[in-house]
């Protein structure tokens, strides 16, 4: 503790990443990186950067990969806004729109650092629990919140949204701000960003980091009506103006070119995981209907905690979250194929051992 700490950094409770081991070789199930290299296009992008352009600043507007993200969405240019990585894009999102007058809400299982944002800029949150079965009844919710976040497909949970439902919550709340976080929508979920055009209460927030593999070059999009994207670089422009640099931007955009490998890749991804769904369930895991590149399930029995350290020791990597609820469920994420028959070996000894 300094005595220089200000109120915010004695107060807050930040935000903890899933580990980056450097020590030892694990299979990493842990932080729902992609398990393929980016494409080789991006190889090749990152390899055109000359050192004349190091020299010089970004394009601070980033209006090549807008102008592809636009093209490919079906959208204008000024509905596009792209930031380091979503988690930047969402710690924008927080100062753009609400006040510390407002409430916002979100579940009480989410992506955890909604509630770091909502404590970092004061902003007063609803947090109304999900079903015994991790659904959401947006029934729950009072009629005055000025926000919403929803991941969809929902994180750590993995369990999807339609967009019917949510273009019926966009109607009915017309003064909320619907935020969806679509950092999973490629791997099954249907994305609301064709609605964008026509309700400016949806600010639909998207990432380069799954589907796409650069999740080490950071880069996350959101896509909504000009007037709340001029709201997103009010904020930025009073932050850092450069927040893309000029290997990333350059990047993304080949990554969002090379359809044919996008498509490839998070269709592999699926039937890895499809495959891995049944396997759990064959050895009698409980598991959540994932659309995400991540399987959430539990053991019965068995605490969560000493399932992920009999995975660890045995050279396998996931995530946790020590919550109410949830302790005893693990998030997987979904590797390669023989990663995966790794984890389901493992599990089924693990089973076997109990019984
Ligand atoms: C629901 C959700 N939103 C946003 C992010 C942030 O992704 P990134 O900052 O890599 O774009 C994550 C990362 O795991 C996530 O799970």
């Not at 079906?74 to 710690?91: H, I």
């Not at 026509?198 to 980091?209: E, H, I």
């Amino acid at each position: 503790m300094s005595r220089f700490y200000s109120d915010t950094v004695k107060n807050i409770s930040p935000y903890v990443p899933g580990e980056q081991p450097k020590d030892r070789r694990f299979i990493k199930l842990n932080t729902n990186e992609n398990p393929y290299p980016a494409s080789p296009a991006v190889i090749e992008a990152v390899r055109s950067v000359t050192g004349l352009e190091a020299r010089l600043y970004p394009d601070p507007e980033a209006s090549a990969l807008r102008r592809t993200l636009a093209d490919h969405s079906g959208l204008a240019m000024n509905q596009v806004f792209v930031g380091n990585g979503s988690d930047e894009v969402l710690a924008m999102v927080f100062p753009a729109f609400f006040n510390r007058t407002d409430t916002i809400a979100f579940p009480d299982i989410t992506y955890s650092f909604y509630p770091v944002y909502a404590a970092l800029y004061e902003i007063p949150s609803l947090i109304i629990a999900l079903a015994e079965d991790f659904t959401i009844d947006f029934n729950a919710y009072p009629n005055n919140l000025k926000g919403f976040l929803l991941a969809n497909p929902n994180a750590p949970t993995g369990i999807a949204v339609s967009a019917g439902k949510i273009e019926e919550l966009l109607q009915l709340r017309p003064d909320m701000l619907l935020v969806v976080d679509e950092a999973y929508i490629d791997f099954g979920g249907e994305s609301v960003i064709s609605l964008v055009p026509r309700y400016d209460n949806l600010l639909v927030v998207q990432t380069m980091s799954k589907a796409r593999s650069l999740a080490g070059l950071r880069v996350g999009m959101a896509f909504g009506a000009p007037e709340l994207i001029k709201g997103l670089e009010s904020i930025r422009d009073s932050f850092n103006s450069y927040t893309l640099d000029v290997v990333a931007q350059r990047a993304a955009k080949a990554a969002y070119e090379d359809v044919a490998y996008f498509k490839k890749t998070r269709q592999t991804i699926m039937t890895t995981r499809d495959r891995a769904v049944a396997a759990l369930l064959e050895i009698g895991m409980q598991v959540c209907p994932s659309s995400a590149n991540f399987i959430f399930c539990t053991l019965p029995g068995v605490a969560g905690a000493e399932v992920q350290q009999y995975l660890r020791d045995n050279g396998v990597l996931v995530r946790r979250f020590a919550m109410e609820r949830i302790e005893d469920w693990l998030r997987i994420t979904v590797g390669l194929e023989e990663e995966m028959d790794e984890v389901i070996r493992l599990l089924r000894l693990l089973v076997q051992q109990q019984g």
